[in-house]
């Protein structure tokens, strides 16, 4: 069973920054739709970033556009998420997601298309 590590939460302030790790037990090729997901307390899971492993063709929810950044280093099996200018309605517990797809799609943020997922990792942002 593929195992998803995530590491780098914290606690920030407003305007701050923290980068965000996740490690998989294979090539990120392999796992060729990587994704970051975040929850909020009484809230759904929702998606944040996607990068497909294969050609770095990457994606973004509309909240943090401009703000985050996804990349890959695939000889070390991990994806990031470079997370700036963070605010407030930017806590939660992010998670990392994995998937083995068949054929290109752009709906990366349905959580159904996912096969594998991390422990999560507490992002705390003060205003």
């Known amino acids: 069973q593929v195992q998803l590590v995530e590491s780098g939460g914290g606690s920030v302030q407003a305007g701050g920054s923290l980068r965000l790790s996740c490690t998989a037990s294979?090539?990120?090729?392999?796992?060729?739709?990587m994704g970051w997901f975040r929850q909020a307390p009484g809230k759904e899971r929702e998606g944040v970033a996607a990068i497909y492993t294969g050609s770095g063709v990457a994606y973004y929810d509309d909240s943090v556009k401009g703000r985050f950044t996804i990349s890959q280093d695939n000889a070390k099996n991990t994806v990031y998420l470079q997370m700036n200018s963070l605010k407030a309605e930017d806590t939660a517990a992010y998670f990392c997601a994995a998937a083995h797809l068949t054929f290109f799609t752009p709906q990366v943020f349905n959580r159904e298309k996912y096969n594998y997922w991390g422990q999560g990792t507490q992002v705390t942002v003060s205003s």
């Open positions: 294979e090539n990120t090729y392999s796992l060729n739709l």
